[in-house]
């Protein structure tokens, strides 16, 4: 069960603080940053923080966030006396600015996956339209499963993850109709020689050797099985070179 270790709100117009809102189903943008170490370091908070600031101002919304600012509001949240290994939220909108950390879950080595016929709205943005999102999230355990999404029998993504598929010593992503997350980029940079862009069909699913889920909460996953695709890991290789990659990157 994760713990929430705090959340805070802001106006925008001055930071004073006030009653802490979630903001989600709200018109904003948010994005979720993984804490390590002590003291804490935000992993890849530069890229994040930039993806944030492009994302507002593509949504329409007159707002941004600048790292002095951030580092001043958090700096008197978090302590030297915790090793981190957390997930810290921003979440902005027009108005109101608001920040939580939780425990991040630790992810379990045989790790599932089930599919929905479902594109999230506006899908180019981390926005805050996430109620049907947090509504399937809400009835797995995190550590273990993930949800994937599907569109006209095409996979896109999971619910918190973006997804690779490995056959013949190729990678493999989706064309389109996902979100690009922080940790694929980071991948892409590493591995874009070795990266194909094609929409994967469901009944194309059997010929791939390795599914791998990346995204912030959950790092670098291998999954074992899609029982509903009656898909299984034939064999877990690239996803041993890329948790190394993502490790030594920490």
């Avoid at 994760?2 to 709200?26: A, C, G, P, Q, V």
């Avoid at 993984?34 to 804490?40: F, L």
């Avoid at 530069?46 to 101002?57: A, C, F, G, I, T």
Wanted: proline content about 2%; hydrophobic content about 35%; some cysteine.
């Amino acid at each position: 069960m994760e713990n929430i270790l705090f959340k805070k709100s802001y106006l925008l117009s001055n930071f004073k603080e006030i009653k802490y809102n979630d903001l989600w189903n709200k018109k904003g943008i948010f994005t979720t940053i993984r804490v390590i170490g002590r003291p804490y370091r935000l992993y890849l908070f530069d890229q994040h923080l930039k993806n944030l600031n492009y994302s507002l101002n593509k949504f329409g919304i007159n707002a941004s966030l600048s790292k002095r600012r951030i580092c001043k509001i958090i700096n008197n949240l978090f302590t030297k006396k915790i090793t981190y290994d957390h997930l810290f939220r921003i979440a902005i909108n027009s108005n109101i600015l608001s920040v939580s950390l939780r425990t991040r879950p630790k992810p379990q080595k045989k790790f599932f996956a089930s599919i929905i016929l479902y594109q999230r709205p506006d899908y180019k943005y981390k926005n805050l339209n996430y109620r049907k999102i947090l509504n399937y999230i809400s009835t797995i355990n995190t550590a273990s499963k993930e949800i994937l999404l599907v569109k006209k029998n095409y996979l896109l993504e999971g619910c918190t993850t973006n997804l690779l598929f490995i056959k013949k010593n190729k990678i493999y992503i989706p064309k389109e109709g996902y979100y690009p997350g922080i940790t694929l980029k980071f991948f892409l940079k590493k591995i874009k020689n070795f990266v194909v862009r094609k929409n994967i069909h469901i009944n194309q699913l059997k010929d791939f050797e390795e599914i791998i889920l990346l995204g912030t909460g959950k790092g670098v996953i291998s999954l074992n099985e899609i029982k509903d695709l009656n898909w299984k890991r034939k064999r877990n290789i690239y996803y041993k070179k890329l948790l190394n990659l993502y490790n030594k990157s920490l």
